[in-house]
C-alpha cells in the first residue's frame, strides 16, 4: 500500500487480497464480461437474452461486492491471509464473504447458460444490434471471410451519431 503507516498494519492480510481481486477481477474481469456480451452477437452471429444479461450483470455487481468487500474490513480489522483457520470475531464476515461466493458461482451459471443458450437456440443476432456507427458493424454477423465485398465508403466521423436512423442495419427497439 501507498504509505508507510497503512503499510504496516495492512501488510499480509486480507485488505491485500480484497485489493487484489478488487483490481484485478473488478476491473479486468467487468470489463472482459462486458466486451465479450458486446461483441458476442457478432462473432457468433446469435443474440443472447438481454433481460438475463441484465439480471446477471446485476446479480455480479451485487455478489462481488458481498464477497470482496468484507475482506477489506476483516484486512483492517487484522486478519492475517493464508492461514486455514481464523479467530471467532472474523466469522460473521466470512460467513458474509462466503454467500457472495456462492452467489457469484450462481451469477457465473446464469451468464454462462445465458451464452450457451443464444449458441445453441438464440435467435439471429442482426447485423448491428447495438447501433454502432464503425466499420465492424456494416458487415453481417458472424462477418464473412473477407468482411466487405467492395472497399467500403467512410462518410462520417466513428462516433458521428447523427446519421444512425438512415442506417439500414439498425433498428432501435
Known sequence: VG????????HDTYFVVAHFHYVMFGG???????????????????MY???WANIGAVMFFISFNTLYFPRFILGYMG?????????PEFANLQ???TIGSWLMGITMI???GNLI????RGPKAKDNPWGGVTLEWHTASPPPLENFHEIPTVTHEPYD??????????ESE
Not at 117 to 120: C, G
Open 49 to 51: 437474452s438481454i433481460k
Open 110 to 112: 446464469i451468464v454462462f
Open 95 to 97: 460467513l458474509i464473504s
Open 161 to 170: 451519431f447523427s446519421q444512425l436512423k438512415e442506417m439500414k442495419n439498425y
Open 79 to 87: 486478519m492475517p491471509r493464508r492461514y486455514y483457520d481464523y479467530l
Open 28 to 46: 479486468t474481469g467487468t470489463i472482459f464480461f462486458a466486451a465479450f456480451f458486446y461483441w458476442y452477437p457478432k462473432m457468433f452471429g446469435k
Open 3 to 10: 504509505s508507510l503507516a497503512t503499510d504496516i498494519h495492512l
Open 117 to 120: 443458450h443464444a449458441l445453441l
